[in-house]
């Protein structure tokens, strides 16, 4: 899918996000505590119940200018920005969330977004404030993005219960976040050459954090128990 920027966009464009998602009906989004991204108590689950072993691979392309709209991102899709930097394409939010058990809801941590795997996001921009939910696991990962708002890692489960869905593991690398990483109950998390500006930080996070170059701090919590590996200097990389 190549997508034309609002204005010269024909139609509904969250439709047809929506649409992509969904494949037909087969799968479906469902959020919970509310409409507002930045709420605390906001979250929900995907059914993509049978898509983990699908032989369907989706690419949506955005040309640069203005996408006001949320794309949520399912298995095998790679959402890619076409602009020279990041700015140049302008999304609204993108988003993966919880994923279910085998009787296809979401009840309590496990499975949280253990088996949310093989989808990943590019060189884009996100909307001006507003925070941006990523529960992933693994295979899944983040390159040139910038989010201006927080970037929350774990969501609340069991119909939005003050419990946190299980995660672990990602990727997020040459991208700026301006409002922080909430890193929640991530097990593990790897971020290199990622700007935080001064006065927001990386925060939370279960057993291994692993920071290399970029800017910004890691806010230690009292009594943490969790690692946390910091390195200031990214010597030589082989990039994507």
Do not use: M
Request: aromatic share 10%; with cysteine.
């Amino acid at each position: 899918h190549v997508v034309e920027p609002d204005g010269a966009f024909s139609g509904d464009k969250q439709a047809l996000f929506d649409s992509i998602f969904a494949d037909g009906g087969k799968y479906s989004v469902h959020p919970w505590g509310g409409t507002d991204p930045n709420a605390r108590g906001y979250g929900g689950y995907f059914d993509e119940t049978g898509r983990d072993f699908s032989r369907q691979r989706t690419a949506v392309l955005l040309k640069p200018g203005a996408h006001d709209a949320k794309f949520n991102v399912g298995f095998y899709n790679s959402l890619i920005g076409l602009g020279r930097a990041p700015g140049d394409v302008r999304l609204g939010a993108f988003e993966c969330l919880n994923g279910v058990g085998p009787d296809r809801t979401q009840h309590g941590p496990d499975p949280g977004a253990l088996n949310n795997f093989w989808r990943s996001v590019e060189n884009l921009q996100t909307a001006s404030g507003r925070d941006i939910h990523w529960y992933v696991s693994q295979a899944a990962p983040l390159r040139r993005v910038h989010i201006q708002g927080q970037l929350r890692l774990t969501g609340p489960v069991g119909g939005g219960v003050d419990e946190t869905g299980y995660a672990s593991g990602g990727f997020l690398a040459d991208s700026q976040v301006d409002g922080g990483l909430d890193i929640g109950g991530q097990q593990q998390w790897f971020a290199r050459n990622t700007a935080v500006p001064q006065g927001e930080a990386y925060q939370h996070g279960a057993w291994s954090v692993v920071l290399v170059g970029g800017d910004g701090e890691y806010k230690r919590e009292p009594g943490q128990s969790g690692r946390i590996t910091e390195v200031p200097l990214t010597e030589r990389i082989a990039e994507k």
